[in-house]
C-alpha cells in the first residue's frame, strides 16, 4: 500500500507524540503519520519502570498520550522502517508500504546495548517497551531470582522495583561502588546502601559477557570467569541510536545519532531529527544527544512546531529525573563523576557540581527541594564560570 502525508514521523515514541501535538499547536491542518515499530501508540515510557510498579492506581491506560485523539494523526504500527529515499521523499517499512512525505522526522529513539552471546528471550529482557514490562511482570510473580545487568539508571529503577516486589534481586555492574559512574564516592556510598538495606545483593566490578537460557533458567556469565544462574534476566546497558535505514546524505555524529542544527534539522533539507536520536547544538553545553524525557517533549514540540513553519532555534537545556527506595533526585547537564565535584550537602540531600577543567558542566540535586532549582542550576552553567576557589559554588542554589 502506499500512502501519502504533509508531515512523516519516523518512529511512534514520546517524540512523535510531541511532535504532532507541536505541529498542530502552530495552526497546521496538514496530514500527519506516525510509523511505529512497536505495536502501541506513544506512551510515557518512564512509567515501565517506575510508577507502573509503585503506583496501584497508575495503568497503562491512564498513562496514555492520546496521540491520535488529540492530533488526528494517523498510526501505522508494527513495522519498522527499513529505508528512505530522500530524493523521491519516501519511506518504505518492513511489511513492504511505501509512504510519501513532504517533511520526514526521524524520531526512532534507540535500541538496547546488546551482551555478545546473551540473546534476548523469553526471561533474558533487554528492557525498552511495554511488551518488556508486560513480561517482567508475569516473571516477577513467585519470588524469582533476578539478575539485573548494568547500573545506570533503568538497572537501579528496575532493581528497586522488583525488591519491592519480593523478587530475590543480584545487580551487576562494572564499577566498585553502585552508581559511582554518576554520583561522588560518598553519594554513591549512600545510593548503594538504600539497595542493600532493601535486600538487593550488589555485584560491583563486574560484566556480564555472555549467557544462555537453559530450560526455566538462565545463566550469565561474568568477566571473573564465574557465572550466576536466575530466573530472569533483566539488562540495561543504555541505548544506541536507531539509524540503520537512513541514506549516508543524512549525516551522522560519531556514535550514529542524527546530526541537527539549532532548527533541528539534518544535512538534508525538509528531515529532521529529535529525541534519542538527535545530536544537537545545546545552547549551554555544546554539541551532545541527550536520551532524557524532558528533552523528548520540548525537542519533540519544538521540532513539530519547526515542521509546521515556526521560526524558531531549540534552547531548552533538558533535565534529567530518577527515583529509587524513596530517594529522588533531578539533574542538568554532565553528570560523570570522573570530573572534579564539589558537594554542597543539604539536611540528609546535596547539591552536586560538576566542573571540567573548572567550568561547571553539571548540577545534580539528590534528595533536595529548592524552589526552582533546576533553573537556577541551568543559570550557573550558562554563566560559564571558572570559579577560582570551587568552594565559593557551595550555597549557589538554594
Ligand atoms: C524503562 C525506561 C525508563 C526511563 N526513565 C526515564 C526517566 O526516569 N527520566 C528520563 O528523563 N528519561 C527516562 N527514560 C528515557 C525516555 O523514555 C526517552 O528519553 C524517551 O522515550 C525518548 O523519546 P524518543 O521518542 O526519542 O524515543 P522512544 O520513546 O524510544 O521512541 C522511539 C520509537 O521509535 C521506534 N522505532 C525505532 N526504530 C524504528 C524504525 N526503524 N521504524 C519505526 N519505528 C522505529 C521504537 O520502537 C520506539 O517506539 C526511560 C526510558 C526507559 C526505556
Not at 179 to 201: C, I, N, Q
Not at 211 to 220: A, P
Not at 258 to 276: F, K
Request: proline fraction near 5%; charged fraction near 25%.
Amino acid at each position: 500500500m502506499h500512502h501519502d502525508y504533509d508531515f512523516l514521523i519516523v518512529g511512534g515514541g514520546m517524540v512523535a507524540d510531541a511532535a504532532a501535538k507541536g505541529i498542530r499547536e502552530q495552526g497546521s491542518e496538514g496530514t500527519i503519520g506516525i510509523l511505529g515499530e512497536e505495536p502501541t501508540p506513544p506512551f510515557p515510557r518512564p512509567a515501565l519502570s517506575k510508577k507502573l510498579w509503585t503506583d496501584p492506581d497508575f495503568t497503562f491506560d491512564a498513562a496514555a498520550m492520546h496521540t491520535s485523539e488529540e492530533t488526528g494523526a494517523t498510526f501505522h504500527l508494527g513495522s519498522p522502517v527499513t529505508g528512505v529515499d530522500t530524493e523521491a521523499r519516501t519511506a518504505t517499512t518492513a511489511a513492504g508500504d511505501t509512504f510519501g512525505y513532504g517533511t520526514l522526522l526521524v524520531a526512532t529513539g534507540g535500541r538496547p546495548r546488546r551482551i555478545e552471546g546473551l540473546e534476548p528471550g523469553d526471561r533474558v529482557l533487554y528492557f525498552r517497551d511495554l511488551a518488556d514490562y508486560n513480561r517482567l511482570r508475569e516473571l516477577a510473580q513467585g519470588r524469582p531470582r533476578v539478575v539485573v545487568v548494568g547500573g545506570g539508571y533503568i538497572g537501579s529503577e528496575i532493581a528497586a522495583a522488583l525488591s519491592q516486589h519480593d523478587c530475590e534481586v543480584t545487580v551487576v555492574h562494572p564499577g566498585e561502588v553502585l552508581g559511582d559512574h554518576v554520583f561522588p564516592d560518598a553519594l554513591a556510598r549512600r545510593f548503594e546502601s538504600l539497595f542493600t538495606d532493601a535486600g538487593v545483593r550488589v555485584h560491583g566490578g563486574l560484566k556480564a559477557v555472555g549467557g544462555r537460557e537453559d530450560g526455566d533458567t538462565v545463566v550469565v556469565e561474568l568477566s571473573d570467569g564465574s557465572s550466576l544462574e536466575a530466573d530472569v534476566v533483566v539488562v540495561g546497558l543504555g541505548i544506541s541510536p536507531d539509524t540503520d535505514f537512513l541514506p549516508a546524505d543524512v549525516a551522522r555524529a560519531d556514535d550514529g545519532g542524527v546530526r541537527v542544527d539549532e532548527r533541528l534539522t539534518t544535512s538534508v533539507p525538509g528531515v529532521l531529527a529529535a529525541g534519542d536520536v538527535a545530536e544537537y547544538p545545546d545552547r549551554i553545553l555544546g554539541r551532545r544527544r541527550v536520551e532524557h524525557v524532558d528533552n523528548a517533549g520540548e525537542m519533540g514540540s519544538a521540532v513539530g512546531r519547526i515542521m509546521a513553519g515556526s521560526t524558531e532555534t531549540y534552547d531548552h537545556t533538558p533535565m534529567f529525573y530518577s527515583d529509587v527506595l524513596g530517594v529522588g533526585y533531578e539533574a542538568v547537564g554532565t553528570l560523570d563523576a570522573s570530573l572534579e565535584t564539589v558537594v554542597d550537602e543539604r539536611d540528609g540531600g546535596a547539591v552536586v557540581y560538576y566542573l571540567d577543567d573548572q567550568e561547571v558542566r553539571g548540577v545534580l540535586l539528590w534528595d533536595v527541594e529548592v524552589d526552582g532549582g533546576l533553573d537556577q542550576a541551568r543559570a550557573v552553567l550558562a554563566e560559564h564560570a571558572r570559579p577560582t576557589d570551587a568552594s565559593a559554588l557551595v550555597g549557589r542554589i538554594g
